[in-house]
């Protein structure tokens, strides 16, 4: 009798913890997403764009930390295609990550399911197209990561929010601005800005009083923006998912790859502003407005913001350095400043990688130490899992620049699961440059002019760096970078100015160790397109 009491009451114990667990499982999001051609219309003049459901940009992604995203895309282009999670990190799912380094594209008219955790994510991020020129058309969109409810935030909580996707963009088709690569020549100029796809005619509408989280990211594939609102200050709360130390400031400047969150309040007197965003480093600068609009005002906004360099604040070194990471619960994964200290931590290796322009039979190239990134058949994920040889090799790009011409290659830095890894982007260019890792955040410890050499490291900010995806290199000089290699995978590192990305400025860091384990990496997706030499049985 007892043994029968004890064990309904074993069983009941079960039961309850059985339900816990269903009901503790992080939710799921399910998107089906159909990318389609379609007529827009910018810039004024009708030109083919990429739309996902008929829309322009693609629909937001709005998840809390935690969530599986469950993303059916389905292909009606004439062209193989993918889209890529940009500040993602794909924790131990690098076959989620869609580039051509991991995953076979989507053929015409096929789709393919991307299965993917936000896994201890918080924060502003955005998605794209990443083959060909396709984002030059469209199909990029925000994703936005909430906290969950039981974790605060080092700010008060805004009374709404909004998404703001900056990009530059051409009028241009983008078959014929690949074209125009394709031949040898660079892009010009971009013929104008646009927030959420449109040049002057979005608005933003809020009660006067209240504050408001603007996400703003850059979706552009050229060139650096400067970010204000017309009579009001920006609060930085959050930089790719790390928060910052609350700084405020009358304007940010965003390069491209780059997001950000800030607090406006409403605290002016109730009619528009102008919301304002114009072009770094270009001549001419490029400028365009959308309205902030004070609920129940109809006063128009004034004359927008000069928009020439004199009212620019260049967000700088200087400034750059003063940006903290707020030590908070709901950082980016890992939370290092939690779990240990990076500036104490010894580095593993050094790794410094300068980006040229080369021509390579008569064409114009870009280079990472004098090797220009060509794509194989066969996704370097796919030919590592299955040891597929001839694909890459771990010889082919040097840790350091080398002499000589460029070359035509596929590059792969090989380096293990774990190590502490300092990376330093050097930019001899007299254009500015931005470098994009997948699958990570590094931490951005110092900035310089002129060629870096060890002694730069005593200047290194080592206490509170701020920790990010894509990070800024200015002309003739360098950014330095700390990364713990902690996500097993094949990542891609990347230029986010699409035209040196294109022509071969990128690589990929392999992260490996011999050990076939659940716990550091998933295996295959049982739906993993293949390509190449890349077969079902292999």
């Known amino acids: ?64 930390t935690n969530d599986n995203i469950i993303v059916n895309v389905i292909n009606k282009l004439d062209e193989p295609f993918l889209i890529t999670w940009n500040g993602i990190q794909q924790r131990k799912t690098s076959w989620q990550d869609g580039v051509l380094g991991t995953n076979c594209p989507i053929p015409p008219n096929s789709n393919w399911t991307y299965k993917f955790q936000a896994k201890d994510q918080i924060g502003t991020y955005n998605y794209f197209p990443s083959t060909k020129l396709h984002r030059a058309a469209g199909g990029f969109g925000g994703f936005n990561i909430a906290q969950r409810s039981v974790i605060s935030i080092p700010y008060p909580q805004p009374d709404g929010e909004f998404t703001l996707l900056v990009a530059d963009w051409y009028k241009t088709n983008f078959k014929v601005l690949q074209q125009k690569l394709d031949s040898g020549n660079p892009l010009p100029l971009p013929d104008g800005l646009l927030i959420n796809g449109l040049h002057q005619a979005a608005t933003f509408t809020g009660e006067p009083g209240k ?4 996400r703003v990211s850059n979706v552009g594939i050229a060139t650096s923006i400067n970010f ?18 609350q700084e405020t400031y009358e304007s940010l400047d965003i390069h491209v790859g780059q997001s950000v969150a800030v607090l406006v309040t409403l605290n002016g007197s109730p009619k528009d502003y102008f919301i304002v965003a114009s072009t770094r480093f270009t001549k001419p600068i490029l400028t365009t407005t959308a309205i902030l609009r004070y609920a129940g005002s109809n006063i128009a906004a004034s004359q927008p913001l000069p928009i020439g360099p004199t009212y620019q604040i260049h967000w700088s070194m200087k400034q750059a350095r003063t940006i903290r990471l707020n030590l908070t619960a709901n950082a980016a994964r890992p939370n290092p400043q939690g779990s240990f ?22 064409k114009l190239r870009y280079a990472v130490n004098s090797i220009s990134y060509e794509d194989p058949a066969t996704p370097l994920k796919l030919a590592d899992w299955f040891n597929i040889p001839g694909v890459f090799d771990l010889n082919t790009i040097k840790d350091k620049p080398t002499f000589g011409p460029a070359i035509l290659g596929t590059s792969v830095i090989g380096t293990t699961l774990h190590d502490f890894v300092e990376i330093i982007f050097q930019n001899n260019e007299t254009a500015i440059q931005s470098w994009h890792l997948d699958g990570y955040s590094f931490y951005v410890v110092g900035y310089g002019s002129g060629l870096w050499t060890p002694e730069y490291r005593k200047r290194y900010n080592l206490n509170d760096g701020i920790s990010r995806h894509t990070a800024q290199v200015y002309p003739s ?27 071969g400025q990128q690589l990929y860091v392999r992260v490996w160790n011999n050990e076939k384990s659940l716990f550091t990496e998933t295996d295959i997706p049982p739906n993993a397109l293949f390509c190449g030499n890349a077969k079902p049985s292999s």
């Open 211 to 214: 504050t408001y989280k603007f």
């Open 228 to 245: 204000r609102i017309q009579g009001h200050v920006l609060k930085l709360i959050e930089v790719e998912g790390a928060h910052t130390l």
């Open 477 to 503: 000089g360098w950014t330095a970078v700390l990364v713990s290699l902690d996500n097993k995978g094949m990542w891609n590192l990347r230029s986010a100015i699409w035209s040196r990305n294109y022509l």
């Open 1 to 64: 009798m007892k043994q029968a009491i004890f064990l309904h009451f074993f069983l009941g114990i079960l039961a309850c913890l059985s339900g816990f667990c269903v009901n503790a499982e992080d939710a799921y999001r399910y998107f089906t997403w159909e990318v389609t051609y379609g007529t827009i219309s910018p810039l004024g003049v009708p030109q083919q764009g990429i739309l996902i459901n008929g829309l322009f940009p693609g629909p937001n992604v709005d998840c809390v």
């Open 341 to 362: 200290h990076y500036g104490t931590i010894a580095v593993a290796r050094t790794i410094i990688l300068e980006n040229t322009q080369a021509k390579i039979n008569g």
